[in-house]
């Protein structure tokens, strides 16, 4: 079917009707996708097994990951669209680090990317916001089980090694012989036995798994990607009615509210076509007056 037969009085979420879309994950992510984009476009979406995405990158630094969030994602729907043969396949990928404001607290970012080879448009939905993540270098059990019952285990799993001698490979961090899928406290409190008699120093080194499966929070934030992705795709552009249209840039320079210069505070959003030139400049509702802090006239 044409680009044109396929977008000719398309309403939102009426296209992938009856579709079928490849979502390749190892981790259970279809649980918290599936939800979202199922009843909001009509669609199927098919778990794609047959391939380890470890191999893509893990967050226990196994493998590291090659290329950037939203490339890696982008690598995995490939990769479950070959797998099944499908021409629309769907990936996501998640990254952790600090804050971006303060870099005081734990952030989580989770993207999710959407892949349409027949109208040849990749449409991204994000979300992001504090993560539930820590780790402990521990000697004693005690320490252990209050780390543990601070992070939410069970319900958020946890991941051990021996902890090495700091400054030696592999290094307190990076010892490869790890401990996963850990059910419960018994098996907690095996697996950190089992680590210390195999570390030098006597030491466990302890992380929260970040894993979608076994981390709560994390699917969470999944989900709420998978909102953004859903409100993107059903965006039609107003001249060629493609889904997709949504935000590519924004424009800074809200008046100051003392002295009328322009800020460095958002004025407007442009919204942009994945595949036409079409763009529409949106102005910000709201007072319409900049923050005289973001003024570099009243705050050189």
């Given at each position: 079917?044409?680009?044109g037969?396929?977008?000719?009085?398309?309403?939102p979420?009426?296209?992938?009707?009856?579709?079928?879309?490849?979502?390749?994950?190892?981790?259970?992510?279809?649980?918290?996708?599936?939800?979202?984009?199922?009843?909001?476009?009509?669609?199927?979406?098919?778990?794609?097994s047959g391939?380890?995405?470890?191999?893509?990158?893990?967050?226990?630094?196994?493998?590291?990951?090659?290329?950037?969030?939203?490339?890696?994602?982008?690598?995995?729907?490939?990769?479950?669209?070959?797998?099944?043969?499908?021409?629309?396949?769907?990936?996501?990928?998640g990254?952790?680090?600090?804050?971006?404001?303060?870099?005081?607290?734990?952030?989580?970012?989770?993207?999710?990317?959407?892949?349409?080879d027949r109208?040849?448009?990749?449409?991204?939905?994000?979300s992001?916001?504090?993560?539930?993540?820590?780790?402990?270098?521990?000697?004693?059990w005690?320490?252990?089980?209050?780390?543990?019952?601070?992070?939410?285990?069970?319900?958020?799993?946890?991941?051990?090694?021996?902890?090495?001698?700091?400054?030696?490979?592999?290094?307190?961090?990076?010892?490869?012989?790890?401990?996963?899928e850990i059910?419960?406290?018994?098996?907690?409190?095996?697996?950190?036995?089992?680590?210390?008699?195999?570390s030098?120093?006597?030491?466990?080194?302890?992380?929260?798994?970040?894993?979608?499966?076994?981390?709560?929070?994390?699917?969470?934030?999944?989900?709420?990607?998978a909102?953004?992705?859903?409100?993107?795709?059903?965006?039609?552009?107003?001249?060629?009615?493609?889904?997709?249209?949504?935000?590519?840039?924004?424009?800074?320079?809200?008046?100051?509210?003392?002295?009328?210069?322009?800020?460095?505070?958002?004025?407007?959003?442009?919204?942009?076509?994945?595949?036409?030139?079409?763009?529409?400049?949106?102005?910000?509702?709201?007072?319409?007056?900049?923050?005289?802090?973001?003024?570099?006239?009243?705050?050189?």
């Amino acid at each position: 079917m044409g680009q044109g037969q396929r977008t000719k009085g398309f309403e939102p979420g009426s296209l992938y009707a009856g579709e079928r879309v490849a979502l390749l994950t190892k981790h259970g992510k279809e649980g918290v996708i599936a939800p979202v984009l199922e009843p909001g476009l009509g669609c199927r979406i098919d778990r794609v097994s047959g391939y380890d995405t470890d191999l893509l990158g893990t967050f226990t630094r196994e493998i590291p990951r090659d290329g950037t969030q939203i490339e890696a994602a982008r690598k995995k729907a490939r990769i479950g669209m070959d797998l099944s043969r499908m021409p629309l396949g769907l990936a996501s990928e998640g990254s952790f680090g600090p804050d971006p404001v303060l870099g005081a607290v734990s952030w989580n970012v989770e993207c999710l990317v959407f892949i349409d080879d027949r109208l040849g448009i990749e449409v991204s939905g994000w979300s992001q916001g504090e993560a539930r993540s820590g780790h402990l270098l521990a000697e004693d059990w005690g320490a252990v089980r209050e780390f543990a019952l601070r992070v939410g285990f069970p319900d958020h799993g946890m991941v051990l090694r021996p902890g090495g001698m700091p400054g030696e490979e592999p290094g307190e961090e990076n010892d490869m012989r790890i401990r996963k899928e850990i059910p419960d406290w018994t098996a907690l409190e095996g697996a950190f036995r089992e680590s210390r008699s195999l570390s030098p120093s006597g030491r466990v080194f302890l992380e929260i798994d970040l894993r979608a499966h076994a981390n709560p929070t994390r699917r969470e934030m999944i989900r709420r990607a998978a909102e953004n992705l859903l409100e993107k795709i059903r965006s039609l552009c107003p001249s060629c009615a493609l889904p997709g249209f949504s935000m590519v840039e924004l424009v800074k320079g809200l008046p100051c509210a003392d002295c009328g210069s322009p800020t460095n505070e958002v004025r407007a959003e442009v919204h942009g076509c994945l595949k036409c030139a079409h763009r529409e400049v949106r102005e910000r509702s709201g007072p319409g007056k900049g923050n005289p802090l973001y003024c570099d006239y009243c705050n050189p």
